[in-house]
């Protein structure tokens, strides 16, 4: 598996999304139970984006991303974070709002796989 380029770190502003999968039964008189469900049901996104960095560090991390297609994971440990983690990249763009500088958004999608 592939590590993700850290030759620059991502712009603060980083954002980290839970969304934990539960299962809720109703009762009567509006009582109900709640329970996590599956062994990886708290995956994390995170939002990231590297602002007015350099061309040749923008292409190389959109590079990166492109040769994973998507669909092949890869390990990156965000900041504030203790462990790397499996991660994919369905979705990221790249522009360019000054001579020799670019901004890159990515959306990194945690993922649980063998």
Known sequence: MANFP???????GTSKNSDPVIRVAQFGSGYS????YGINQDLKVFDLTWSNI???NADEIE???EARGGAESFSYQPAGEAASKKYICVSWSKSIPYLNRATINATFQQVAEA
Do not use: C, D, G
């Open 6 to 12: 850290t030759t620059v770190a991502p712009t603060y």
């Open 63 to 65: 590079t990166f991303l």
């Open 33 to 36: 139970q709640r329970s996590v």
């Open 54 to 56: 350099s061309e040749t």
